[in-house]
Structure formats: C-alpha cells, structure tokens
C-alpha cells in the first residue's frame, strides 16, 4: 500500500509540472471554444498502449481501444466513465495471448482552460479483468485470467479542433490484477497512454455552461 501512494504521488507532481508551461489562443472575437467550454457532455474514442510490468518476466505491451464519457459539472469539475480493452498476442514466447478490460469512473478535474486548450487530472477506479500468463525460471509458464479491483491516477490535455471536435491525450498510472506463476492473485503496476478524438456534446437549447 505504500508503494501504491508513493506511486500516486510520483505521478500527481508530473501531472503537476505539466499543467505549468500550459498556454493557449483565444477563440476568434473573444467566444469561447466550443469544445472546451459550451459542453455538458463529452464522447471519445481512440487508441490506447499499455506497458505492463510482470513479476520475473520483464514488461509486455498490451494495445486497444479506449471509450470515455464524460460530463461537465460545472468549469472545474466532472466526472467520466472509461472502458479500455488492449490485447498482446504471443506473450513471452509462450504462443498464449493476453487481454485487459478496465471498466473505470471517478472525478475529473480542469485546472487550467485557455483558449482552445485545457488540461485536466481524473481518479478513477472499477473493475479490471486480466488473461495473461506468467513464465518461471524453468521455461515453463501459468496462464490464467482475474478480476479485481482496478484504478488509475493521470491526467492529459485536450486541443480544440472545429465544431464540436476536439483531440485528446492522456498518460495514466493503473493497478490491475494478476495472476502469477503461482496462480496466486497479485496487484500489477501498468502504465497506460491514450491518444483519440472528443466530441463534445451541448446542453439542451444550445446554451454554455
């Protein structure tokens, strides 16, 4: 557990240094951008890597797609619901692939909006189902999937395009479960990048926050 927090907290001082040097342009005659300020909600989709780290065996990289909804509370603060599946195939050799499933939700909070750019940090949590498989020292391997609890702690920046269009990126530290050599259930340290497209939805009657 204290791993864990001190992980967190690695993390929340890079989402930190990042929201810093953060600047942006203003929306033609002063408006402001539509994708980043006149949305209640928010759908997106892209692509999404995840680097995991097994026990013993080295790092795999699993990658998907990543499906997020979110809502606007007001300027500062939401709230979001993402779903990211990623696969590897061939893993460690052993001819045996490999899939994550993360259901996740959780606050969402904006600390810096400037013209068509915001930034955001978000702390989610849900369920993670896991099929891998985790090589000994004997060339011999486990393979096995779990569920468990899972989350993640990040945060990432949004560009406004046009129209109701915006790109979005985003770096996230997760836990998942996993099962080791052992078929003994275990946390797992992954990292997780996500880069796709946002289309911001308005509020009834066409008006901003």
Excluded at 124 to 153: C, K
Aim: glycine share 14%.
């Amino acid at each position: 557990m204290k791993n864990s927090i001190q992980s967190i907290g690695i993390v929340s001082l890079f989402v930190c240094l990042l929201v810093a040097p953060v600047t942006g342009q203003n929306w033609i005659q002063g408006t402001p951008a539509p994708g980043a300020t006149a949305a209640t909600y928010t759908v997106s989709t892209g692509f999404t890597s995840m680097v995991m780290s097994v026990p013993g065996a080295g790092h795999v990289t699993f990658n998907g797609f990543d499906i997020n909804g979110g809502v606007d509370l007001n300027p500062r603060f939401g709230a979001a619901l993402d779903t990211t599946y990623a696969r590897a195939s061939n893993l460690f050799g052993t001819q045996h692939g490999g899939h994550v499933l993360t259901i996740l939700a959780g606050p969402v909070f904006y600390p810096v909006e400037r013209g068509k750019n915001r930034m955001f940090v978000h702390a989610l949590v849900g369920m993670g189902i896991v099929d891998g498989v985790a090589p000994s020292s004997f060339e011999n391997y486990s393979s096995g999937w779990v569920r468990g609890t899972s989350y993640a702690f990040g945060g990432g920046a949004e560009h406004f395009l046009r129209g109701p269009l915006s790109v979005r990126v985003s770096g996230d530290y997760m836990r998942t479960p996993f099962i080791n050599y052992s078929r003994s259930v275990q946390p797992q340290n992954d990292f997780r990048v996500t880069a796709g497209m946002v289309l911001a939805l308005p509020r009834i009657g066409g008006l901003g926050r």
